[in-house]
């Protein structure tokens, strides 16, 4: 119980002096009595405590003058106040054992009615529930994950075996079409069609010469002229033009020919006015033009023709939207070259051009070293190649009678496989359920099983057909949460029903490149894309790394069967073999111009070029299919090592150009 007198040492200062303790030492049991009624006025009278504090007299001369508080009254009934709050928030939240180190009052925990003050039992630690385990996060994940599903996982390996294609199965299907191009070489009807191009050169890098290109590939028509520097560098220029819908479906071949030669006019007349004023007086006046005056074409139509010359073609059938049956069956070169002779233009059809076959000519003028392009291949939407054959095997076109003109000098001939048609009939092609449904479900069933298996076209929906396979199975947990505890990103995923993924081509081949290319954590972009472009939400990263590892198997399969195709024309052509001589290029045997910096066996090289989406942008393409071509008998690591792959762009302009350059030698050579 406190005393209500005032304690004599805060009445007199003197005394106060006295008892007050240096500073160094403890003085808590004398400074107890002076916090508490302080306390105790400061609560009952807040202003009067504040005036008690200091003396209402100043002391004398001869006077003790009192030593202050360290702290004022009122800062330590705050500083009391702080760490009783403390005290409230932060001790419920202490250790057991910490707590009790600040506790006044000592308790004991006694084990057994034995125990007692005398005997005290040991201190245990009051019970505690256990704690749970922490869910660990998955690597690759933005939130916390699940276990893993491992019957997800194992389920989309044994889905992705399904188109694994191994060394076995690459060497077979090499020798295959290795028998199916010699075949096609000697006959017509056969799988491989083996085409003559009547192109028996390839350029160097050396030529020179302003040409033109113009370029009917679907719904518009382009015009370029292209200038070679001679130095394996060309400067180009092209206008483009949408076809008018009405010309796609005119009732005679006159009107859609006439307007492809009014465009060729507007771009004579735009970018070289010079050259087309000059011919145009030298008509007027009663001059003669020249041949070097003249313009050599080369025409790049891509719809099916019966190639008979190198600037001959009769159409077989139109696509691609197009439908005037009066041009059925008519040489397209020579109805556009009547409807320009219509207009007096200084330009000449010179050459009949496939767009793979330009590939191969744009990448031999502008690929180092001296030695020609042996292969054009293109792995994009669709897929095709065009080489070089050596004249006398191309027996189906030197032994037949009416064969249009070509020059003989080289001894080549450049021919365009058609190789999507490649082992049609499955005896080497994988072939897994999702190809038998996607080739029956196909406008062309039975035919281009190879394109269909490679290009870019059909890859989106080999994938989409196989999640769709894995979907309708009810023990396959892709895409299916029975709760949302089961994502990483706890929501239930959803495959709404306006999703692509139920509708044919409703995966894009680009889909595939995103999965080869998301390294990103949890495969975020894959998860994105499913959501933004396919109606699927809330993906979990196992069913991302399950659609990557399926769409991965898929990717890796189309680079392997590419492969086949380039290993098959390496080994058939014979240029591993040390007597080869290289492809033969527009100049004369033993000129060799300089082409910048190359390695050291240059002679050795086999130079590939390659054009299409899949191998330019689909990561890791080219590796695979080097890999593959380690594998292939005849080939192997040292042959791989030879075999110099390189983008060429551009075929159906730059390639067509220099195949007109091509033709217009040969008919200055024949007389033509």
């Not at 009122?74 to 106040?81: A, E, I, K, N």
């Not at 040409?211 to 394996?232: K, W």
């Not at 691609?320 to 409807?339: H, N």
Request: with cysteine; net charge negative; hydrophobic share 40%.
């Amino acid at each position: 119980m406190h005393s209500s007198a005032v304690d004599p040492s805060i009445a007199d200062p003197t005394v106060a002096q006295r008892q007050t303790p240096p500073a160094s030492t403890g003085a808590a049991s004398t400074r107890a009595p002076m916090r508490r009624t302080s306390s105790a006025s400061a609560s009952a009278n807040p202003t009067k405590a504040r005036r008690d504090d200091s003396p209402s007299q100043k002391p004398g001369r001869g006077d003790t003058v009192p030593l202050r508080p360290a702290f004022p009254p009122h800062v330590l009934s705050g500083l009391l106040v702080l760490v009783l709050v403390l005290q409230l928030l932060i001790a419920p939240h202490l250790p057991h054992e910490i707590l009790r180190l600040f506790t006044t009052k000592q308790h004991w925990d006694a084990t057994s009615p034995d125990a007692s003050l005398d005997a005290p039992a040991l201190y245990k630690a009051p019970p505690v529930c256990p704690k749970p385990a922490q869910k660990i996060e998955f690597a690759g994940t933005f939130n916390k994950d699940t276990e893993r599903s491992m019957a997800l996982a194992e389920q989309a390996k044994r889905v992705a075996a399904e188109f694994d294609f191994g060394l076995d199965a690459v060497n077979k299907a090499v020798r295959e079409f290795i028998r199916e191009m010699n075949e096609g070489l000697q006959k017509e009807g056969t799988e491989l069609s083996q085409i003559p191009t009547y192109v028996t050169a390839v350029p160097n890098g050396t030529e020179k010469g302003l040409y033109m290109a113009v370029d009917l590939g679907g719904t518009n028509f382009r015009v370029c002229s292209i200038q070679l520097h001679g130095n394996t560098t060309f400067s180009l220029t092209q206008s483009k033009v949408a076809i008018p819908r009405e010309l796609m479906v005119a009732q005679t071949a006159k009107e859609l020919f006439s307007f492809l030669a009014k465009q060729i006019e507007t771009f004579l007349k735009t970018h070289h006015g010079d050259h087309y004023a000059g011919h145009i007086k030298r008509r007027e006046t009663g001059g003669i033009t020249k041949d070097e005056e003249i313009f050599n074409l080369g025409f790049t139509f891509s719809f099916p023709v019966n190639q008979v010359g190198i600037n001959k073609g009769l159409l077989m059938r139109w696509t691609k939207g197009f439908d005037i049956a009066d041009a059925v069956g008519k040489d397209v070169c020579a109805l556009l070259q009547e409807e320009i002779d219509a207009l007096h233009l200084p330009v000449r059809v010179a050459a009949l051009v496939n767009d793979t076959v330009g590939t191969l000519m744009a990448r031999s003028y502008t690929s180092p070293g001296k030695t020609g392009t042996l292969l054009g291949a293109i792995f994009g939407t669709g897929t095709n190649g065009a080489y070089v054959e050596k004249l006398d095997k191309v027996t189906k076109l030197t032994q037949k009678k009416d064969a249009g003109e070509y020059d003989k000098s080289t001894g080549e001939m450049i021919v365009n496989t058609e190789w999507g048609s490649f082992d049609n009939s499955l005896r080497t092609l994988p072939n897994t359920p999702y190809d038998i449904e996607l080739d029956e479900k196909s406008v062309n069933p039975g035919i281009q099983m190879f394109e269909k298996r490679v290009s870019g076209m059909f890859l989106g929906e080999i994938l989409r057909l196989a999640l769709v396979g894995l979907l309708k199975d009810p023990t396959f947990p892709l895409f299916r949460d029975e709760n949302s505890a089961q994502n990483d990103v706890h929501s239930t995923t959803q495959i709404h029903d306006t999703s692509p993924i139920w509708k044919q081509w409703g995966i894009d081949t680009s889909f595939l490149s995103i999965c080869a290319g998301d390294n990103s954590p949890g495969h975020r972009m894959i998860r994105q894309t499913l959501d933004k472009d396919y109606a699927i939400s809330a993906v979990s990263a196992e069913d991302a790394e399950a659609v990557r590892a399926i769409a991965a198997a898929i990717g890796r399969r189309a680079a392997r069967l590419s492969a086949v195709a380039i290993a098959a024309i390496v080994l058939e052509t014979g240029r591993l073999e040390s007597s080869s001589k290289g492809t033969a290029t527009t100049e004369k045997e033993g000129i060799e111009p300089p082409r910048g910096e190359v390695e050291p066996t240059e002679d050795d090289v086999i130079d590939i070029g390659v054009d299409g989406s899949l191998v330019e942008f689909y990561p890791n393409f080219e590796e695979h299919i080097r890999e593959a071509l380690r594998e292939i008998e005849g080939i192997g690591d040292q042959g791989e090592k030879r075999v110099r792959i390189g983008i060429a762009k551009d075929g159906s302009g730059v390639g067509a150009a220099l195949i007109a350059l091509v033709a217009g030698r040969v008919g200055v050579d024949s007389g033509a």
